[in-house]
C-alpha cells in the first residue's frame, strides 16, 4: 500500500526532540499518533513538512520558540509566600493557577522553580518555553481517520472511554 502522510489521516511517529546543541530534550518514549489536516493536534511546521511523506521517511524540523511553546515570558512568573503552600513542597511540583485579572479564564500550570526561606517561585512557562527545539519524526504508520475522529478533530485511543471526549 504506498499510502502517504494527508488530510484526514490519522499518523504515527516515532520521534525525539532536541535543543539545538544536539541535548536531548524528549526522546519520544511513547510514540505521537495525531490526525493531520490543520487540527492543531501537532506542531503547523510539523505537519507541513510531513504532509506527502510514507512510511520509513523521516524529517528533520527546527521550530524557533515561536513556532514552538512561545517565548519566554517574564511576567509568568511569580513569587508567592511559603506559608500559602503544603510543608512538602519541592522544587519541580506543579499546581494549577487561576487566570490574572482581565485574562480569559485558562488555566495555567505552574512549576516551583526555587524555594527560599519565606518564598516559592512559580513559573507558568512551558518548560520548553523560550527555546528552539529541533524534532526529528519518522513515520511509521498511516491509517484513515474515523467519521468520530474527523468530526471530533482528534484521534481517538481505542481505551478511551466516550465519556472522556469533549
Not at 60 to 80: I, S
Not at 102 to 126: F, P, Q, S
Amino acid at each position: 500500500m504506498n499510502t502517504q502522510v494527508a488530510k484526514n489521516f490519522v499518523i504515527t511517529l516515532d520521534y525525539h526532540v532536541t535543543d539545538p546543541d544536539g541535548e536531548v530534550v524528549d526522546e519520544g518514549r511513547e510514540p505521537l499518533i495525531y490526525l493531520h489536516g490543520g487540527y492543531d493536534d501537532i506542531f503547523p511546521l510539523i505537519e507541513e513538512s510531513l504532509q506527502g511523506k510514507k512510511i520509513g521517511e523521516s524529517v528533520k524540523v527546527k521550530l524557533q520558540p515561536d513556532e514552538a511553546f512561545g517565548e519566554y515570558d517574564a511576567e509568568m512568573v511569580q513569587v508567592e509566600p511559603r506559608k500559602d503552600f503544603p510543608k512538602e513542597i519541592e522544587v519541580g511540583m506543579q499546581f494549577e493557577g487561576g487566570p490574572e485579572e482581565g485574562e480569559e479564564d485558562e488555566i495555567v500550570i505552574y512549576r516551583v522553580t526555587e524555594i527560599a526561606d519565606d518564598k516559592v517561585v512559580l513559573d507558568g512557562n512551558h518548560p520548553l518555553a523560550g527555546m528552539a527545539l529541533i524534532f526529528t519524526c519518522t513515520v511509521t504508520a498511516i491509517r484513515p481517520a474515523s467519521a468520530e475522529e474527523l468530526e471530533h478533530g482528534h484521534v481517538h485511543n481505542p481505551d478511551d472511554d466516550e465519556e472522556t471526549c469533549h
